[in-house]
């Protein structure tokens, strides 16, 4: 008997003004698609809460601005609300990018968190390298888009894992 094939998806919703974030989400992405996973990337502007119906593992991605996300990211979250419910036992992550060290890329990257936490959304840390998701400081070094790679592949096995 044949095994049924199982597909999955990983969403990556990102906002950037200057660039580096788009940089770090293009990295996710990447790292998303070595696992075989299929991916789409979107930038907050073209994404709507629907979109993350359909995806089984979703990342966001956003600068820090006052210690927090990015309003265009807060407002997708807050749109998310009428799915209360709906997103739970999906994997999650989240990655930020900041103007420099101690200017609250950890707050932001908990401030996305806690939104998918409250999904009901599973979320796997790293014990190596940037616990909580991928941060840079300014415009993303290797070891950023690195970090940046391993989430989004992270985010995917435990995609096909939780999908068997």
């Given at each position: 008997?044949?095994?049924a094939v199982i597909k999955v998806k990983v969403l990556v919703v990102y906002y950037s003004r ?10 996710v992405a990447a790292g998303v698609e070595e696992t075989g996973v299929p991916v789409e990337l979107?930038?907050?502007s073209q994404a709507k809460a629907e979109d993350l119906l359909e995806a089984d593992g979703i ?106």
């Open positions: 008997m044949a095994k200057s660039g580096n974030t788009e940089k770090m989400a293009r990295a979107k930038p907050v990342i966001l991605g956003s600068p820090t601005y006052y210690g927090t996300l990015a309003a265009e990211m807060k407002a997708l979250i807050d749109s998310s609300v009428r799915y209360h419910g709906k997103l739970e036992g999906k994997v999650g992550g989240a990655f930020t990018s900041s103007g420099g060290i101690g200017t609250g890329n950890e707050t932001t990257i908990l401030s996305l968190l806690q939104a998918l936490l409250v999904h009901g959304m599973i979320v796997q840390g790293a014990a190596s390298g940037d616990h909580y998701g991928a941060v840079a400081v300014r415009a993303p070094d290797e070891k950023a888009l690195e970090q940046c790679r391993q989430l989004g592949a992270r985010v995917a096995r435990l995609v096909k894992t939780l999908q068997r």
